[in-house]
Nanobody, 120 residues
Framework: QVQLVESGGGLVQAGGSLRLSCAASGSIFSINVMGWYRQAPGKQRELVARMPTGGSTNYADSVKGRFTISRDNAKNTVYLQMNNLRPEDTGVYYC??????????????WGQGTQVTVSS
């Protein structure tokens, strides 16, 4: 079993900042990718940022220059620092991980989601 537990969402005014955290735990051998997705009301889930192990970081065009993804590999944790937030950043943010479990299988896992609301 693998669990992804997110924290750090909340309500903030436009121009403000929030920091999301996501810790992976359980039957983990290695992590290939950790990242963040979001889903606004009535819209499909979309990539916000992803960070492969040893690879290039990817950001959605809409968050470049405002959001920063980082990882603490020793803690199996990924962070999303969100600055200069806009109302259109409102949504449920989901942590995502692609990892190899201790049985040797590669699979994708999702957190339960954390709400981010940006008021204008």
């Amino acid at each position: 079993q693998v669990q992804l537990v997110e924290s750090g969402g909340g309500l903030v005014q436009a121009g403000g900042s929030l920091r999301l955290s996501c810790a992976a735990s359980g039957s983990i051998f290695s992590i290939n990718v950790m990242g963040w997705y979001r889903q606004a009301p009535g819209k499909q889930r979309e990539l916000v940022a992803r960070m492969p192990t040893g690879g290039s970081t990817n950001y959605a065009d809409s968050v470049k220059g405002r959001f920063t993804i980082s990882r603490d590999n020793a803690k199996n944790t990924v962070y999303l620092q969100m600055n200069n937030l806009r109302p259109e950043d409102t949504g449920v943010y989901y942590c995502n991980a692609v990892l190899v479990n201790r049985l040797g299988f590669t699979d994708e896992y999702w957190g339960q989601g954390t709400q981010v609301t940006v008021s204008s």
